[in-house]
C-alpha cells in the first residue's frame, strides 16, 4: 500500500536537485534547451516556483511512501489554485524510483491526490508531459487524463 506524507525539510534539497536534473535532461532531450545551460536553467526554474520550498503557498510537496516499513518510494508535486473562479490542480512531477516501479504506486499517489483535491474543491488536475516519456503517458491514460493540447517543434539548426 502507498501513502501521501507531506515532504520533509530533510528531504527537500535532495528533491529539488533530483527535480532539476530531471528536468534539465528532458528539456535537452527534447530539443529545447542547450545542454550546457540546462542544469542551471532547471534550477532557477524550480526556485522561481518554490521560492519557499515546501512552505511555498499553495504548493503541495508530498513524499510517496511505502506503508510496509515507510520507505520513500518517490515524490508528487502539485499547486491547487484558483483561476477564473474554478479551482483547479496542476500536477508539476511526479517521480517513482526505480526500485519501486511497477508496484502501483504512482497509480495509488494519484488516486490518494484526486481525494485530497476534491475535498478541497477541485474540479479538474492537468499536467503536461514530455513526448519522449511513454511510459508517463500510458500511466496517465489509464487515469482517465485526456490530451487536451499538444505542442510540436520543428528544429531547424541540429546544434538546438
Same mark, same amino acid.
Given at each position: 500500500?502507498?501513502?501521501?506524507?507531506?515532504?520533509?525539510?530533510?528531504?527537500?534539497?535532495?528533491?529539488?536537485?533530483?527535480?532539476?536534473?530531471?528536468?534539465?535532461?528532458?528539456?535537452?532531450?527534447?530539443?529545447?534547451?542547450?545542454?550546457?545551460?540546462?542544469?542551471?536553467?532547471?534550477?532557477?526554474?524550480?526556485?522561481?516556483?518554490?521560492? /519557499? $520550498?515546501?512552505?511555498?503557498?499553495?504548493?503541495? =510537496?508530498? +513524499?510517496?511512501?511505502?506503508? *510496509?516499513? &515507510?520507505?520513500? #518510494?518517490?515524490?508528487?508535486?502539485?499547486?491547487?489554485?484558483?483561476?477564473?473562479?474554478?479551482?483547479?490542480?496542476?500536477?508539476?512531477?511526479?517521480?517513482?524510483?526505480?526500485?519501486?516501479?511497477? /508496484? $502501483?504506486?504512482?497509480?495509488?499517489?494519484?488516486? =490518494?491526490? +484526486?481525494?485530497?483535491?476534491? *475535498?478541497? &474543491?477541485?474540479? #479538474?488536475?492537468?499536467?503536461?508531459?514530455?513526448?519522449?516519456?511513454?511510459?508517463?503517458?500510458?500511466?496517465?491514460?489509464?487515469?482517465?487524463?485526456?490530451?487536451?493540447?499538444?505542442?510540436?517543434?520543428?528544429?531547424?539548426?541540429?546544434?538546438?
Amino acid at each position: 500500500m502507498t501513502i501521501l506524507a507531506p515532504m520533509s525539510a530533510a528531504f527537500y534539497p535532495d528533491f529539488a536537485e533530483q527535480l532539476a536534473i530531471d528536468y534539465a535532461e528532458e528539456n535537452v532531450t527534447a530539443g529545447l534547451w542547450q545542454a550546457d545551460t540546462a542544469l542551471e536553467r532547471a534550477r532557477s526554474s524550480t526556485q522561481s516556483a518554490l521560492p /519557499q $520550498g515546501i512552505d511555498t503557498p499553495d504548493q503541495y =510537496l508530498f +513524499e510517496i511512501k511505502t506503508e *510496509e516499513n &515507510g520507505e520513500t #518510494a518517490g515524490y508528487l508535486w502539485f499547486s491547487n489554485v484558483e483561476r477564473y473562479g474554478v479551482r483547479s490542480a496542476f500536477v508539476y512531477e511526479l517521480t517513482v524510483f526505480p526500485q519501486f516501479r511497477r /508496484q $502501483g504506486h504512482a497509480a495509488a499517489a494519484f488516486r =490518494l491526490m +484526486e481525494e485530497r483535491l476534491l *475535498e478541497q &474543491g477541485c474540479v #479538474a488536475i492537468e499536467l503536461n508531459v514530455f513526448a519522449s516519456n511513454p511510459g508517463a503517458q500510458a500511466l496517465y491514460a489509464s487515469l482517465g487524463y485526456v490530451t487536451t493540447k499538444m505542442n510540436m517543434r520543428k528544429p531547424l539548426n541540429a546544434d538546438i
